[in-house]
Every structure is written in C-alpha cells, then in structure tokens.
C-alpha cells in the first residue's frame, strides 16, 4: 500500500510538472578577428574644371615682369616684358589658347666703336602688344601639364625712328629679339598652370571627407563606409568652356552596424595611376555587416507574442543566439511553457531579394536536438511547427539598404565635397550578390550602379 501511494505521488508530480529539455549544444568555431573577403568597387567620377576658373588662377599666380634683358652689350637691345593685362584662355582646336597682353620697354643702342671710343646712342621706346600662345593639355603626377608655344604676337603700333637717312621700324628690331624671351613666356605659362593646377591637395581633401563614415540609419545603427585604394585619371581634354578628365577611384565601400567605425583613409597610400580610359558607370559593392548580437535582437523581436502549440501544449521563445558553425549559423531558442530549455537549429543564411531579408534555407534541428525532441517532445519536433519558427527566424535588412542608398544618392544630389567641389549623379536599385559568414557577422555583399559627375566650380 505504501509503495502503491508512492508511485501514484511520483505519477502525479509528473504529470503536473514542466518538462525540461536539455540538448548537446553545438559549440561555435574558435574565436578569430572579423575578418571577411571584399570584392573592390569602382566610382567612376569624371572632373569638369572651368577654363574660366584656371584663368583666374593663372592671373593670380602670373604678374609684373614676365621677361628681362639688360645687357645691351650683347646685341645692341634691352627689355623689359610686362604682363599688361589679365591674361585670357580660349579653346581652339582641341588645344588651349593662351591670350597674354603685354608691354615692352626697349633700349636700342645704335652707333659704333672706333679707337676704344664709344659712338653709340641709346633711344627708348614703349611697345604694347598681345602674345598669344597654344597649349597641349595633358596630367601628369596630379598636376595639370601644358606645352605652350607661342603662336602670334601683334604689336599695337610701329613707331619707327630715323637713323642717319634711313627710317628704321622698331618692331623690325624687337622682332628678332623675341627668340630671347620666347622661352621665357612659355615656360612663364607652363610653370604658372602647373602650380595653378594641382590636383593632389583637392582630390585627397575630397576622398579624406568621403571617407570619414557616415551615420546611414541612427534606428539601426549602421554606417556607411568608404576607403579608397587607387585613383585613376586620364589625360585631360578642351571642350568649349571647361577641361574635362575622366577620373576613377578604387575603393571598398561598407555598410557597419554598431558603433561608429573608424575611417581607414590613408592619403600617403593613395596612388593616382594614368590610364586611356576609364568606365562612365559607377559600379559600387557595398557590404552590409550583421553582427550576430545585432541579429539576435533583431530574430527575439520576432518571437515576441508568438506561441507554438499542438494541442494543449504551448511553448514561447524567450530569447534567440546565433552563431556560425561549419559554414552554417546555429539558431539557439531558449523555450518556456510546456517544455523549458535550449533546442538548436542549423542553417545557411540566405537572402530574399523581394522582401530583403536574410533567412535561414534549409533550416531544421541539429541532429541531437531531434533525436531528444522525438524522446520528449515529439509534438514539437513535427515539421509544423519547425516551419513556423523557420518564419521568424529571419531579419529584414531593407532599412540598411534604404539608408545606405539614401546616404549615397546624398552624396550624389550636389554634395559638396568640400568649396568648389560638387557631386551629383544617380543611383539604381540595390542588387543582391552573395553572403559570406564567419565568427562574428553575416555579410550581405550588395552591388549599386549608377553613375557619378564631379564639377570644380570656383577652383581654389
């Protein structure tokens, strides 16, 4: 009779109690840094620069005195050349016509030398005039570099003066002369463009701005990420009223969530590399980082509310952890309810380019949370229920998108860079590429066309 109650009490207390499951956990990989492979993406950024704004540069850099002869010993001349007015640029011919307005003092020494006697006499004269000069436009290590020669000069008047019965022009004189300074002038111009228009202290001041990351979704915390490796430039040509250079940046762009990432610009590893061409389309892959802390809260949301029943026995999921085992990522449900405990699922992160969110394909327990499940719960183990829990196991990844083209369309909508440096361009639909996994994040790799133009208006 005794063990009669005793057995009845333990049948009771069985039947009354919550049935806890305990599960052999899949342990994760060895811990490694976050470190994942990323395919480079190319912005193409062709630079227009206004021949009007290297005009004004030009004029600010070249003043006074372009030339000065004075010895008059030598061949009976001395000069002096000024810049007389600002100086003006043309496009002509593919070439860059240069227009520089000029005056000259002249000293003509006439007369001889007999017995160590000097019978000279000296006459000055003031001349204006306008060079004008042909420039070949090509880049060469950041800077603008031009061959400039000099192809008319026009002088405004022809005095003339009278020496003995003979009437000598003076322009007849100098233009002989102009074989000394000629060079000067060339090389004048040449030198005043090329310390006018260097592109380095610009190009690397704009790409140390885009690189600094950019807060793309404050609710979920992500960022983009921009780190250039390698700029590309073509030789630059004349149209009408700019100078036009293909430019294009190597880089590696990112999108991070969590905290503020730090930018991994390095100006001094920039290098700017000559090319015949580069792409008109921008073909930017951004990565989307999920780390799986992130992921998680994001999955327990899910679970939230949610009770998975058969029959009168009901469980909630209480809390999700993930974490990556063998290529695949480990779904951990923390249960309570009719049973109380772990269960873990495996499968391959996946993701749905219609609703935009990683899943998990292929879902289903691990081995020995089956084998326990059809021991103690075989109602939980039924594919129903599996399925449904396979439905929350998942997290959109759209916002991160979202904002991530909206960060980019901003910098494309007439951002400027920095005074004078303007972007503008378009951006298509974010495309899905691959996911990659590791210890500590699934990665999104996402491709983003479009195209991208860059305006100096204003050059500084």
């Not at 007389?84 to 003092?105: D, F, N, T, Y």
């Not at 979920?220 to 700029?231: A, D, G, L, N």
């Not at 949301?301 to 058969?310: I, L, R, T």
């Amino acid at each position: 009779m005794k063990n009669l109650v005793w057995l009845l009490a333990v049948v009771l207390t069985a039947c009354s109690s919550v049935k806890k499951i305990e599960s052999l956990k899949p342990e994760p990989d060895d811990a490694a840094p976050l470190i994942y492979d990323t395919e480079p993406s190319f912005l193409n950024m062709p630079v227009e620069i206004s021949i009007q704004d290297i005009e004004n540069q030009i004029n600010k850099t070249l003043n006074g005195v372009i030339y000065e002869d004075k010895d008059i010993t030598d061949d009976d001349i001395k000069l002096t050349v000024w810049k007389q007015a600002p100086i003006q640029l043309r496009s002509e011919g593919g070439k860059m016509k240069v227009i520089l307005p000029l005056k000259a003092k002249i000293f003509y020494r006439y007369g001889t030398s007999k017995l160590g006697i000097d019978l000279y006499d000296t006459r000055e004269f003031d001349l204006n005039g306008v060079v004008s000069l042909l420039s070949e436009v090509n880049l060469l290590n950041w800077k603008l570099q031009t061959k400039t020669r000099i192809s008319d000069l026009d002088w405004k008047e022809s005095p003339s003066m009278t020496i003995g019965s003979k009437v000598v022009s003076i322009t007849y004189l100098v233009d002989p002369a102009i074989k000394y300074f000629k060079g000067k002038i060339e090389k004048n111009i040449d030198d005043a463009i090329k310390k006018t228009v260097d592109f380095k202290p610009q190009v690397l001041d704009a790409l140390a701005k885009m690189s600094e990351p950019s807060l793309a979704s404050e609710t979920y915390q992500s960022w983009v990420r921009f780190t250039p490796i390698e700029v590309y430039a073509t030789d630059a040509t004349i149209g009408k009223s700019t100078l036009v250079m293909d430019m294009g940046v190597k880089c590696k762009i990112e999108t991070l969530v969590g905290a503020k990432p730090k930018s991994l610009f390095n100006r001094d590893a920039v290098v700017l590399k000559a090319v015949k061409s580069v792409p008109h389309a921008v073909n930017a892959k951004v990565i989307a980082v999920s780390t799986y802390a992130d992921a998680e809260a994001i999955i327990t949301k899910n679970f939230a509310g949610q009770e998975f029943a058969s029959g009168s026995r009901k469980v909630k999921v209480e809390q999700v952890k993930l974490w990556h085992k063998s290529g695949k990522i480990v779904v951990a449900l923390t249960l309570s309810g009719s049973l109380n405990g772990d269960i873990y699922l495996s499968g391959f992160p996946a993701y749905n380019a219609q609703t935009k969110e990683i899943y998990f394909d292929n879902l289903d327990y691990v081995l020995d949370t089956k084998s326990t499940l059809i021991k103690a719960a075989n109602w939980l183990a039924s594919g129903t229920i599996l399925k449904k829990m396979q439905q929350a196991c998942r997290y959109s990844i759209a916002p991160n998108l979202e904002e991530g083209k909206k960060q980019l369309q901003r910098y494309t909508s007439n951002y400027s860079v920095m005074p004078g440096v303007f972007v503008n361009g378009t951006m298509n639909d974010v495309v899905f590429d691959k996911i990659q996994v590791n210890n500590k994040a699934i990665l999104a790799f996402l491709e983003v066309s479009g195209k991208v133009t860059v305006k100096v208006d204003g050059f500084k």
